[in-house]
């Protein structure tokens, strides 16, 4: 308890945290006008049906791009400590480094939730707005929901990394070239081969399946609001597949369980390298 | 759980980086009630061997315990040992009074013991500052303030002299005196003898990652030959006379005063008289504890004042030619020649070339000439 009432006053006694909180609402915000500006563009009477409320999966699209800042947030959060050398007076004074990896770990999740929070919110608020279609709210609700259990997650994936690693550029280095350029480059290799099966493991990628789970409830509600004739049957899965670039996606509660296991990676590499790390 | 000793011992402990041996099997004892002073030149493995006791590296061998156990199992580590490294780090935009609530909530002090805390070490008119702004010695303030939220039994210092003005040092020694003699255990690095001379009761030398002295600082001073300074109008009579008294560690100064070593003032004034020499000046000059420290951790001297040990007489013995003589930067005697203050005279002058305790024999300077 004394190590995470530590890291929660360490946490919010610098910048950082709201300085990132800056680019998310304002980004999100932006993004979610799209349905409004949308339905202003776009002359209704073309389209045989009335344009359903485009928010929860400009949304869950917003999310999917945000959540990078998360990962950022618990990178910096625990790889400051070494950049600052902060961490060997948070060594002498908490009881155990398994205490401060518990603490740190829990102070990412909960910053990571955070900003899917005010993610969701200011985005919420301007498609709401902007838009005369109104969503579904449980729809609206699950994005949410399931946005923040991710951001939570990449959260600890960051934090994980950067325990990892003990050097904080090292460590954004590993987590922002994975995360923006590593994936992009593994799943295109996974999509060009020729086996069904090669072409599905790019699902049980992280970022994938962060993004899985995420679009997955708002796209299959978007697609039942389509006559069937219109969009076709399994049209659904489709547009998961179209948005995220994965072949056969999992459900959104397996996506959720895939990046829960890689976030559990992330933690037993932190506690690993961590606990043995030579403070010098 | 520890057993509230207060007592810290480190057994054969030995680190490694790399091909690096930045500590060899070092042991030794810091006991409570007394300051504790670790002593070596920079690099001789003083601040790894603090951070493997604070169980921030871990020993390639050997064991560094507190109280009875390894650091990792005090519990409460700050609540019975505070520490001032090197190095350590704050975060640059948070104010003091903050960085000391993150170690406050760690510890579980309450948040009173922060202000008291920065008044004992005089920053509470810079609570609210950023950190960032501060001073080197302010930070080692601070890092104290940190060290001694959890009121610990043990105090461990790396280099706290950095960066304080000559007030803090002489604060700092008065506090850390009273803070021993409260019972408590201090332990305190530096790499000047000088600099904790006044302040610790104890001393352990370190040199290359080996233990070169361990005791109090009194033995230390009283293990050193004394040597006598003598001031005359004709000190190559009385080096004459006082080697055929069987004293023969004889040195001439670069300002003409002979140096004897190895036999008391007494000796050297009776010699005198008997010889009929006057003495204007007569001293008698104890081993500064600096070049103690220095032969310990060097292993042989390593300049700052003029060796002890004599000169043979050397084959250029005379008149000194003109260029070159005269001693080079300040550095004792110029090896091979006499100080142009001495006529040329022949006879014995002290002991052969090579015979004597210390280098350099003659020829030239000795390999560590001028540096350290």
Sequence with gaps: MNAIKSEVRKTFTTKMWWALLIPITLISMLANAFGGLFENVVDVGDIPVALPSLLPISLSLTLNQLVVFAAVAGTIAAAGEFRHRTITTTYLVNSGRGAVLTAKLLIAAALGALYGLVASAAGSMVGLLAQEAKPDAADLLVTILVGVVVFALWGVVGAGVGLAVGNQVGALLVVLIYLLVGEQIISVALLNADSVAVNELSGYLPGNAGDVAVVTEPARGFAELIPSEVAGENAGNQLVEALTGVTNPPSSVVSLLILSVWTAVAVGLAAFFSGRRDIT | ?372
């Design chain 2, 1 to 372: 759980m520890h057993d509230g000793s207060g007592r810290i011992i480190v057994n054969q402990i030995s680190k490694r980086f790399g091909s690096v041996a930045a500590v060899n099997g070092l042991s030794f004892s810091v006991e409570p009630g007394v300051v504790t002073g670790f002593l070596g030149p920079n690099g001789s493995g003083k601040t790894t061997t603090l951070r493997m006791v604070l169980g921030l590296v871990r020993p390639t061998a050997g064991q560094a315990l507190i109280n009875g156990v390894p650091f990792g199992r005090l519990g409460e580590p700050a609540k019975v040992v505070g520490a001032v490294l090197e190095a350590q780090g704050f975060h640059p935009s948070r104010t003091a009074r903050n960085h000391l609530r993150v170690c406050a909530a760690a510890i579980g002090v309450p948040d009173q013991a922060v202000d008291h805390a920065l008044g004992s070490v005089g920053l509470a008119e810079a609570a609210a500052r950023k950190v960032g702004g501060f001073s080197l010695g302010m930070k080692q303030r601070l890092a104290l303030a940190a060290a001694l939220l959890g009121n610990p039994q043990i105090l461990v210092l790396d280099e706290p002299a950095n960066g304080l003005d000559p007030e803090g040092i002489a604060w700092l020694r008065t506090f850390l005196r009273g803070f021993a003699a409260q019972g408590r255990s201090v332990l305190i690095s530096s790499h000047l003898l000088a600099e904790v001379e006044q302040t610790v009761d104890h001393v352990i030398v370190i040199s290359r990652g080996y233990t070169a002295y361990q005791g109090s600082l009194d033995q230390l001073r009283a293990g050193q030959r004394a040597r006598v300074l003598v001031r005359c109008p004709d000190p190559a009579r009385l080096a004459e006379a006082l080697s055929k008294a069987d004293v023969l560690e004889i040195d001439t100064l670069p300002d003409g005063r002979l140096a004897v070593t190895g036999a008391p003032l007494q000796k050297v004034a009776e010699t005198a008289l008997e010889a009929g020499v006057p003495i204007y000046e007569l001293t008698e000059e104890r081993a500064d504890l600096e070049q103690v420290f220095l032969r310990l951790t060097s292993g042989q001297f390593a300049g700052g004042q003029p060796p002890f040990a004599q000169q043979g007489p050397p084959p250029g013995y005379g008149p000194p030619p003109g260029p070159g003589y005269g001693p080079p930067s300040g550095y004792g005697p110029p090896p091979g020649q006499y100080p142009p203050q001495h006529p040329p005279q022949p006879g014995p002058y002290g002991p052969p070339p090579g015979s004597g305790q210390y280098p350099p024999a003659q020829g030239g300077p000795p390999p560590n000439w001028g540096g350290r």
